[in-house]
């Protein structure tokens, strides 16, 4: 969509792909070494076959039932152990199943994330950032040894931010309700989660922070607290429905000052 | 210049929403001439005029006086007065707005995390400012 060099030989690129955009803070050298190619190759990729709204996608023919596991992409199985896993270790929560249909879009977007991030630091990149549609995997730090300034949006006032958090070598993702309404389901009652207007997870990996922010979310503000405080290496920032805040007790080591 | 430019994206984003709350009738076809009254700098100021947002209910356009990379002052060029509804949410609201805009400045931000955005609702987002070099 838009590329922009700046300062310091960085690179900024925003790629439409998973029905969202996904931006990219690299080192001028990813566009030359194929790396930033090889990334947003590996994104379209998978939304080819993960994608529940293209009708000849793996995930939609194994959701009709026209094919079985073994006839998908290898990483579909992968996949669908991975959320078996987050399902157990979130009480339920957590599933690849919302309103009974496999749909595993709750893990993929963030797993499709990390690994794009790790395509970059594979070809040598100590220090980039990908951002897809708010949840975010970063490397190393910012140019001058900064950690990364995360911004978390205020889900009541549009284009105005909560907090900001500081990030190395770690991950940052959001759930709410801010851009496309009540969408994430409760699976225990089939409804719409309520009592939380977002709830931010911080942690080492993306694939795991959004997946633990999404099912969080669908707790609800009170179970949501106990779950993420007993979670390791990952800490979480609630707005509640009400406009109230609440935080882990880690979290506040990752709030950048003022 | 990123977090000037930001500050602006936000500020012009909230004065869309804000007007966008009620009804009222416009004029799409109108356009603002831009000022012809020239602000008057102090030493290191630099006066950037917005381009005029056309909302729903009348143009919107703003100038900012930016001094060290800082928005200094924010000026209202034009904003919708043809009602009593205008004329309060100008006095309520613009002042707040401004007053925002002067204090969120510190927000260096590299990222946004949020609820995840369409790419329709990117256009609009603090992302889609950063990734355009703001």
Not at chain 1, 150 to 172: E, S
Request: proline fraction near 5%.
């Amino acid at each position: 969509m838009t590329t922009t060099a700046s300062f310091s030989a960085r690179l900024r690129h925003a790629e439409p792909v998973m029905g969202t955009v996904v931006s990219f803070d690299v080192p001028l050298s990813a566009r030359y070494d194929g790396s930033l190619e090889a990334a947003i190759g590996w994104l379209h990729w998978v939304d080819r076959v993960f994608s529940p709204y293209r009708p000849d996608s793996d995930v939609s023919l194994l959701a009709a039932g026209e094919v079985t596991a073994d006839a998908c992409a290898p990483e579909v199985a992968e996949v669908l152990a991975a959320c078996a896993r987050l399902r157990l270790l979130s009480e339920g929560y957590f599933t690849a199943f919302p309103g009974g249909r496999f749909d595993p879009s709750g893990y993929v977007k963030g797993w499709a994330t990390e690994r794009a991030a790790s395509l970059l630091s594979g070809a040598g990149s100590a220090s980039h950032l990908v951002n897809a549609g708010g949840d975010v995997q970063c490397a190393g730090t910012r140019a001058g040894a900064e950690p990364w300034r995360v911004g978390i949006a205020d889900p009541f006032r549009h284009g105005g931010l909560a907090l900001v958090v500081a990030a190395r070598d770690g991950a940052v993702a959001t759930s709410g309700i801010a851009e496309r309404g009540a969408h994430i389901l409760d699976p225990h009652t089939g409804r719409p989660a309520s009592g939380l207007a977002s709830l931010t997870v911080v942690g080492p990996s993306l694939t795991l922070a959004d997946a633990y922010a999404t099912a969080a979310f669908a707790m609800g503000p009170t179970r949501a607290r106990d779950w993420t405080e007993s979670l390791e290496n990952h800490e979480a920032f609630a707005i509640t429905s009400d406009g109230g805040t609440w935080q882990t007790s880690g979290f506040a080591r990752h709030i950048c000052p003022a | 210049m990123r977090r000037v430019i930001l500050t602006v994206t936000a500020t012009v984003a909230g004065l869309v929403a804000l007007l966008s709350f009620k009804t009222h009738s416009s004029d799409p076809e109108r356009t603002v001439a831009s000022p012809t009254t020239q602000p008057t700098l102090q030493p290191g100021e630099r006066a950037v005029t917005g381009n005029v947002a056309n909302t729903i209910y009348g143009p919107v356009q703003v100038r900012v006086l930016v001094k060290s990379h800082k928005i200094v002052k924010v000026n209202i060029l034009e904003q919708p007065q043809s009602t009593n509804m205008d004329v309060q949410i100008g006095q309520y609201a613009f002042p707040r707005l401004i007053s925002e805009t002067l204090t969120s400045q510190s927000a260096r931000i590299d990222a946004v995390s949020g609820a995840t955005y369409t790419s329709g609702g990117y256009i609009n987002s603090l992302q889609s400012a950063l990734d355009n070099g703001a």
